[in-house]
């Protein structure tokens, strides 16, 4: 009989090789990652992009997932209420039923003074936003959106607000919640990110053939998560002509060591050899693209966003438009730049 009684070996005599292990995770990981910033750059070239934009386009909706990759699209059935309405404004609530049984929510903004045909501006919420919070009413100010969404309204444009699975109201934890959904949607085929880029793209069919919206003047902009559709929408949809990433674009490992701004649902299967933020984003040229980036964002370190845009600047010049891409640091942090110059480039682009 084996006397365990007098085993001595406790959890704190493996520390040394649990160690090791560890580290020897971290070194591989780094090691891959260097692999595989070669590997985008092989696969995904200025000229290789010029030549075949549909089909790298196509790539990137593969790997996205079902239903960008399905076949499936329209609207099936629309739900619109008028939820307010003054001198300026009225408020609509939108509900579109994108595929069967599922509701996509969102909120509509049209001024009551803009041309038959107004420009429409899709504002995308970031991490913890409700839409209700992108227009500023009564003391609230929009907070790091600077109420941009209320500028747009001010120039005459159509402002469509969709929900995205984000909100940190109702009890709901962000982004545990949608990383657990992401999580299982891959395991399928999918991500949270193809459903809801799907879901927009169907928005946009409908609101383009049922509002008195400019089919040929289509924006987005948005924050955080929203600056991270933003990029990933507008690669995804050749109809948006003008966009404002804020507070997201950067290596997508963002951290050596931290996991804050390395999640799983900004990244795919094998997106590390093909796809991060500047691959993405040069599928949005030649059309025009605003990136700004805080310089003391503790989520995305400016340094690796600094890099990720000089990855992506050559894209920009082989496509001849050079002219349509800036990158902002602004001086702050997490939050939309102070100052006109990311709203005026928007605006003159739109």
């Known amino acids: 009989m084996i006397p365990y009684d007098g085993l001595k070996l406790c959890p704190p005599d493996g520390k040394t090789e649990r160690r090791a292990y560890y580290d020897g995770i971290a070194a591989l990981i780094q090691r891959k990652s260097d692999e595989a ?17 549909d089909g790298y386009r196509a790539q990137y909706l593969f790997m996205l997932g079902w239903p960008l990759n399905g076949g499936a699209g329209g609207v099936l059935n629309v739900h619109k209420q008028l939820a307010e309405e003054n001198e300026a404004l009225k408020i609509y609530r939108l509900s579109l039923e994108t595929l069967p049984g599922l509701w996509f929510p969102g909120l509509l903004f049209e001024p009551q003074k803009k041309d038959e045909q107004a420009p429409l501006v899709i504002v995308n919420p970031g991490g913890g936003y409700c839409v209700e919070d992108l227009v500023a009413h009564g003391d609230y100010k929009c907070g ?28 709901m934890k962000q982004p545990d919640t949608r990383q657990f959904w992401d999580v299982k949607l891959k395991a399928m085929g999918s991500s949270i990110a193809a459903l809801e880029i799907f879901n927009v793209r169907s928005a946009i069919d409908h609101l383009v053939s049922s509002e008195p919206v400019d089919p040929n003047r289509i924006g987005m902009m948005g924050l955080s998560y929203g600056g991270f559709y933003a990029i990933y929408i507008a690669a995804a949809e050749p109809r948006i002509k003008v966009t404002f990433a804020s507070c997201f674009f950067c ?66 010049c082989a496509a001849g438009a050079e002219d349509r891409l800036v990158f902002h640091i602004g001086d702050n942090g997490h939050s939309v730049a102070d100052g006109d110059s990311g709203f005026e480039f928007f605006m003159s682009n739109l």
């Open 144 to 171: 790091q959106y600077q109420n941009m969404a209320g500028r747009f309204l001010e120039q005459g444009c159509i402002v469509y607000a969709p929900q995205f699975l984000l909100w940190g109201c109702d009890g």
């Open 37 to 53: 910033r070669e590997n985008r750059s092989r696969f995904l070239s200025p000229q290789k992009l010029t030549a075949d934009r």
């Open 251 to 316: 290596d997508r490992f963002c951290s050596d060591t931290s996991p804050t701004g390395c999640r799983s649902d900004w990244l795919w299967q094998n997106s590390a050899h093909t796809f991060f933020d500047a691959e993405v984003a040069a599928l949005i040229a030649p059309r025009a693209l605003y990136i700004e980036n805080g310089a003391t964002d503790e989520l995305f370190p400016i340094r690796l966003s600094q890099a990720e845009f000089d990855r992506l600047k050559p894209f920009y």
